[in-house]
Every structure is written in C-alpha cells, then in structure tokens.
C-alpha cells in the first residue's frame, strides 16, 4: 500500500500537536512533539533543532527527516532540505518522493489565483466544494452560500462533473455537507450528481476524505471550490492528497485582496496542513 493510498483511512493519525519541552535525553517521541509544537507556534529555529537533536540519537526516523526537509524548505534553508530527503531516500524512498511532492504542492497552492470563473470540464474532473461553519441554528452563513452560488455556476458550466460537498460539524443535526447538498438540489442540480462527505472537521479532512470519493466516483481530476482566502490552502491539500487539482474556483468576495501571492508568513498555515495531509502526525 502506497503512502497515499492510506489517506482517505487514516483520519486517526491526523492530531493536532501537544506541547512540549524536550531534551535528547527524553527520546525521540517527545523531540518529535516538541518540533511540531514549535512549528504550530513559529519557532522554526527552536523546532528544526529539536529535530536535529533527535536526528543524532535516531538517524532513520523516517518522519522526522521528511519533517527537518519541509520546514528547512520554508525557511530557505535548501543545503538542509536537500540533505534530508536525500538521506530520507534512502531509509524510504517513497516517503521522499512524496515529501518532495509536497514541496511542489504547496509551490503549485502558492502559484494559485482565485478565480471567480467557470471552467469546462468533463466526467473525470469532479466539482469539490469545501464546507463552512453552520450557524448554531443549521443554517448557513452568508460566505458559505458564496461557495455554493461559484460551485453551482461551475455546476452549469461542467454538467457531467460529479459534485462532492465537503464538511462535517453539526449544529443542530444538519451537517455542513448535509446543507450544501440541499442548496444545490434546490438549485436544480440533479441529486445523483452531488456526493455528500459529511464526517470532515478541518480542510486536511476535506481533502483525505473527498479525494477517496473521488476515486470511488471515476474521477481524476478535480476543481476545487471555496473562498478566495481559502482556496490555496485547500489546493495545496487535495495535490497531496493524491488528486490533480485543475481549476481553483471561488467566490467573487475579496478576491482582489487574496490575488497577491501570500508572504511566507501567510504560508505557514499552508505547510502545516500540508504535512499533516501527507500523515505526518502532530504527536506520537
């Protein structure tokens, strides 16, 4: 079983991380935990360190090498990344593939512009629509309503593609997923067209989860569908995991304002959720 092929199963990895103040003498879990801490909180000096020093007393954890290579990415630091994946190809090259992978995810996310366009689309290129938080009633919020009028029109314009609404968290027993499916039914979407994936609670399930239900529906491709402050983060998600993201579609609202590329500091958000898409766990 491929590194990737485990996604859609493995929600029971993906954890946040747990603080910590970790020495060499405490072990690698606890080294590994306060890295991912650090990197949560924008220490990547304190976190790459941690790393490092876990690295000298466990020079094959394959998980924290493919972490040392992402994060040196981030901060520039090439010589490192480059020392990592090469030392990572040798342990485990396809997590080395896949971390290098990642890094040219979150180069492609960073490259992405909204667009508030349709595109023309075939039956192997699915519409995935990305969930919003319900109010405490179940209904929906205005930026939510947002992502399905830029989902329906893409809808009109690809009407072979299969259609999977994304999101779980319930408010008052109606799923986000659950509402969106019902919005574009009542919009005249046919009902075989939309797949509901009703148990995501974060962007990195959105992507696990749907990406498989892709797969399961004969779709290849996908264009993805959420907010303009929102959609690099959710393209970076679905290329890792596993899906080849072909159009990035979204609302009209604040769309100047997100057409800049985001500053590395904006990115962090984006390594982050991109790592745990790839499994590498918060804690262990």
């Not at 205005?142 to 992502?147: Q, Y």
């Not at 259609?163 to 779980?168: A, E, L, S, Y």
């Not at 959105?206 to 004969?218: C, E, H, K, T």
């Not at 779709?219 to 303009?228: D, G, L, Q, R």
Request: proline letters at 7%; zero cysteines; glycine letters at 10%.
């Amino acid at each position: 079983m491929t590194h990737l092929a485990v996604a859609a199963t493995a929600a029971a990895l993906i954890a946040g991380p747990t603080a910590a103040t970790a020495t060499a003498a405490d072990g690698p879990a606890p080294l590994y935990n306060s890295a991912q801490s650090n990197f949560v909180n924008g220490n990547d000096a304190a976190g790459l360190s941690d790393l490092r020093a876990l690295l000298d007393s466990t020079p094959d954890d394959a998980q924290a090498l493919a972490l040392q290579g992402i994060w040196s990415d981030y901060t520039g630091d090439l010589a490192t990344r480059e020392a990592a994946f090469n030392r990572l190809a040798a342990i485990d090259p396809e997590m080395a593939q896949g971390a290098r992978g990642l890094i040219g995810a979150i180069g492609a996310a960073v490259g992405t512009l909204p667009n508030p366009l349709p595109a023309i689309a075939g039956p192997q290129t699915g519409i995935v629509v990305l969930g919003y938080g319900l109010l405490p009633d179940g209904s929906m919020r205005p930026e939510l309503v947002s992502r399905l009028t830029a989902a329906w029109m893409q809808a009109l314009a690809a009407p072979m593609s299969p259609i999977v609404v994304t999101g779980g968290n319930p408010q008052n027993g109606v799923a986000e997923a659950g509402a969106m499916a019902g919005w574009l039914i009542g919009h005249g979407i046919p009902a075989a067209r939309v797949l509901v994936e009703d148990r995501a609670n974060s962007t990195v399930q959105n992507a696990l989860f749907s990406s498989q239900m892709l797969r399961d529906a004969g779709a290849t491709s996908a264009i993805v569908v959420s907010s303009p402050n929102h959609i690099r983060r959710a393209v970076a998600d679905f290329i890792v995991a596993g899906t080849r993201v072909v159009g990035a579609t979204t609302s009209l609202d604040q769309i100047i304002s997100q057409l800049p590329p985001p500053s590395k500091a904006a990115q962090r958000g984006i390594y982050l959720d991109a790592t745990r898409t790839f499994l590498l766990p918060g804690s262990r």
